[in-house]
């Protein structure tokens, strides 16, 4: 159960998620600063009162967004900078296909909702900022833990397996190493 | 219903079937080369691992390295730089490395069959796309990324969806001065150099039947130009007598047992294929590209083609291709003027291409305006042809057999086609600037290029060498 950060924007962009001025770096580290640096801060570098991640009663591992979340350019970074940020799951109605795609291979659990039970999330954390939400993704589903109220969704069985267990493909092949041993054994 | 040789292979490696449609694929055999290795190695030495089955894992010095003076240090830093932490790499994790100057170095693909490494039925990856040469063999061979020549280095798998199948059969009798690689050529120019996207091929028929290892080799090698993921033939007895007594070959009672294993290895009669191509032989002559895609290619006795019928951008790209080349529709090719003549790559650098090339120009002599690299693909195959003497052959005709590598094919090296000039080729890419920036690269196969390199034009083999 966690807390979430609420995003009520439709059509977030990867160049808002992450300007193009900060993909110069050549290592995989530090992008989360830069997290929609240009509606987090002013030109003089100031945060910006009222956005949600300047204020401090929005907390949390879930981002929830409004619909069409991650669409424009394809750059992966965006979905490294919203993780390496603290984010670990993003809600929103819709997302631009390849976001998905990154997301789910850096370690970011992307979750579609309808649009009405996102509006019921949008609801939930506007009446009570510390509202709680669940996130069960061994059965799918997600949670609204003061109305109780439960969504299923999606997700491809093997990139599943792999968020479940903090793999990526080579740990996920490396976590079958018995198996496959036992592939090679049954062979000879 | 029954099952293509594809399948039979694909299926008798699967560890785990995923859901969402990836296998678990094991691998049998991975080549490495100093290219498409380096981030590979790092990734894993950043994960605290080694490789997990050296033995499986054959590497060789072949992209990057000089075809003159391999005793020598090599002059380009970057490129020395490579080749080194190639070395370095395959030690530390106990990999059998062919460095420059080692008696079994040359192009991965021509090295892995004449050591006995490929071999029926087998799983085979490279970082390399022409890792479809294997197929020839019956085996399921097919080029991978980086990231994946990790997951193989980390766990002697790798995880892939599974291709669709194509079966291509080409029936009747090859004519004379017809080789393998105008029968690929052939193909390509028919479904063109995307015909093949997301499916395996089975090569079959008469002609494929016909066909040498070697020659099978080169048409399974062209698979990729196609956009196959890789194609493959049924494993018969040709295969069998090339890969007995080869170095890592089965021997004795194992050998017994893997050929009766082998043997196994066809589509069943009633297997179904996604998509089937059928060709006659006899529409089958000597081939040459005209523009800068595999699929440009026609028959050497023809006129380039217009882009009428074309729209759009295929239209667009048509033109390009003929500017670029400096051709224009309805001209012919033979006549057309060549300056380079570059014989080898993993395509047509085996022993039987320079023989068929030496036969050719022996008693010969190469056109003033030719420069010609005969370039074998392996020291094996150097050793060979000296000892045949086709050395001799060659310099008495004015040409200079050089040291094993990938050479021109992707001139990654110093064997680079100036801007402008014209090259034929035995390769398997004509895109642009493939040869070296601004060169024009015409495929073809070693007769058509003997032709080339002892008249100074495109020029008929049939009637230059009166087959």
């Given at each position: 159960m966690t807390t979430v950060v609420p995003l009520n924007i439709e059509n977030v962009d990867t160049?808002?998620?992450?300007?193009?001025?900060?993909?110069?770096?050549?290592?995989?580290?530090?992008?989360?600063?830069?997290?929609?640096?240009?509606?987090?801060?002013?030109?003089?570098?100031?945060?910006?009162?009222?956005?949600?991640?300047?204020?401090?009663?929005?907390?949390?591992?879930?981002?929830?967004?409004?619909?069409?979340?991650?669409?424009?350019?394809?750059?992966?970074?965006?979905?490294?900078?919203?993780?390496?940020?603290?984010?670990?799951?993003?809600?929103?109605?819709?997302?631009?296909?390849?976001?998905?795609?990154?997301?789910?291979?850096?370690?970011?659990?992307?979750?579609?909702?309808?649009?009405?039970?996102?509006?019921?999330?949008?609801?939930?954390?506007?009446?009570?900022?510390?509202?709680?939400?669940?996130?069960?993704?061994?059965?799918?589903?997600?949670?609204?833990?003061?109305t109780g109220d439960k969504t299923g969704f999606d997700i491809d069985g093997y990139k599943k397996e792999c968020l479940l267990n903090g793999y990526d493909d080579v740990d996920y092949l490396l976590s079958i190493k018995g198996e496959i041993e036992g592939f090679e054994q049954a062979r000879r | 219903m029954g099952k293509t040789l594809f399948d039979k292979v694909w299926d008798a490696h699967v560890v785990r079937q995923l859901d969402g449609g990836r296998s678990v694929l094991y691998i049998d055999r991975h080549y490495i080369h100093e290219v498409t290795s380096p981030v590979a190695f790092l990734g894993l030495r950043n994960r605290g691992l080694k490789v997990a089955r050296p033995a499986q894992t054959t590497a060789t010095a072949d992209h990057n390295v000089p075809t003159i003076n391999q005793h020598l240090p090599v002059e380009d830093p970057q490129s020395r730089g490579q080749l080194e932490s190639f070395a370095r790499n395959c030690a530390e994790n106990g990999i059998e490395h062919f460095g420059l100057g080692h008696p079994k170095q040359g192009v991965v693909h021509i090295v892995g069959p004449e050591l006995g490494f490929t071999q029926p039925g087998m799983t085979i990856v490279c970082g390399d796309s022409h890792t479809s040469t294997h197929g020839a063999f019956g085996a399921v061979a097919f080029g991978i990324g980086t990231s994946e020549v990790e997951m193989v280095f980390a766990s002697q798998c790798i995880l892939q969806p599974k291709p669709r199948t194509m079966r291509i059969t080409v029936d009747g009798k090859l004519g004379k001065g017809v080789t393998a690689k105008d029968v690929v050529l052939y193909i390509i120019s028919k479904i063109s150099a995307s015909g093949g996207t997301g499916h395996f091929i089975e090569f079959a028929g008469e002609v494929i039947r016909s066909l040498s290892m070697e020659e099978r080799m080169t048409v399974c090698n062209m698979s990729i130009e196609c956009g196959a993921r890789g194609g493959m033939i049924a494993p018969d007895q040709t295969?069998?007598?090339?890969?007995?007594?080869?170095?890592?070959?089965?021997?004795?009672?194992?050998?017994?047992?893997?050929?009766?294993?082998?043997?196994?290895?066809?589509?069943?009669?009633?297997?179904?294929?996604?998509?089937?191509?059928?060709?006659?032989?006899?529409?089958?002559?000597?081939?040459?590209?005209?523009?800068?895609?595999?699929?440009?290619?026609?028959?050497?006795?023809?006129?380039?083609?217009?882009?009428?019928?074309?729209?759009?951008?295929?239209?667009?790209?048509?033109?390009?291709?003929?500017?670029?080349?400096?051709?224009?529709?309805?001209?012919?090719?033979?006549?057309?003027?060549?300056?380079?003549?570059?014989?080898?790559?993993?395509?047509?650098?085996?022993?039987?291409?320079?023989?068929?090339?030496?036969?050719?120009?022996?008693?010969?002599?190469?056109?003033?305006?030719?420069?010609?690299?005969?370039?074998?693909?392996?020291?094996?195959?150097?050793?060979?042809?000296?000892?045949?003497?086709?050395?001799?052959?060659?310099?008495?005709?004015?040409?200079?057999?050089?040291?094993?590598?990938?050479?021109?094919?992707?001139?990654?090296?110093?064997?680079?086609?100036?801007?402008?000039?014209?090259?034929?080729?035995?390769?398997?890419?004509?895109?642009?600037?493939?040869?070296?920036?601004?060169?024009?690269?015409?495929?073809?196969?070693?007769?058509?290029?003997?032709?080339?390199?002892?008249?100074?034009?495109?020029?008929?083999?049939?009637e230059v060498f009166n087959l």
């Open positions: 160049d808002q998620i992450i300007p193009a001025r900060f993909l110069k770096a050549v290592e995989r580290k530090g992008f989360g600063d830069n997290l929609f640096r240009d509606w987090r801060y002013d030109k003089d570098g100031q945060p910006v009162a009222g956005f949600p991640l300047n204020e401090g009663k929005y907390k949390g591992e879930i981002l929830v967004a409004a619909k069409n979340f991650g669409c424009g350019s394809s750059r992966e970074h965006a979905a490294w900078a919203i993780f390496d940020y603290g984010f670990r799951v993003v809600v929103s109605s819709f997302f631009a296909d390849i976001f998905k795609n990154n997301a789910l291979n850096n370690g970011l659990l992307p979750i579609q909702v309808s649009e009405e039970f996102l509006q019921k999330i949008f609801a939930a954390v506007e009446a009570d900022p510390a509202a709680r939400f669940e996130v069960d993704l061994e059965n799918q589903t997600f949670t609204i833990c003061a | 295969t069998f007598d090339y890969v007995q007594g080869r170095e890592h070959a089965p021997k004795g009672a194992e050998w017994d047992k893997a050929v009766e294993g082998w043997k196994k290895l066809y589509s069943d009669p009633d297997a179904k294929f996604d998509k089937e191509y059928t060709f006659d032989a006899a529409d089958i002559e000597p081939m040459i590209t005209y523009g800068t895609n595999p699929g440009m290619g026609m028959g050497i006795t023809g006129t380039i083609p217009s882009d009428e019928g074309l729209s759009g951008s295929d239209k667009v790209s048509f033109d390009k291709a003929l500017e670029y080349m400096g051709f224009k529709s309805g001209e012919k090719m033979i006549g057309k003027k060549v300056d380079y003549v570059f014989v080898g790559s993993c395509t047509n650098g085996r022993i039987e291409d320079l023989r068929q090339f030496a036969q050719a120009v022996k008693g010969r002599r190469k056109a003033d305006n030719i420069t010609a690299w005969i370039v074998p693909g392996s020291h094996m195959v150097e050793n060979l042809a000296r000892e045949e003497g086709l050395d001799k052959i060659l310099a008495e005709a004015g040409f200079e057999l050089r040291q094993p590598g990938c050479s021109a094919c992707l001139a990654m090296n110093a064997d680079k086609i100036p801007a402008g000039k014209y090259s034929v080729s035995t390769s398997n890419r004509n895109f642009e600037g493939r040869q070296g920036p601004g060169a024009r690269t015409m495929l073809a196969g070693p007769l058509v290029a003997a032709a080339a390199a002892v008249t100074g034009q495109i020029a008929d083999p049939r």
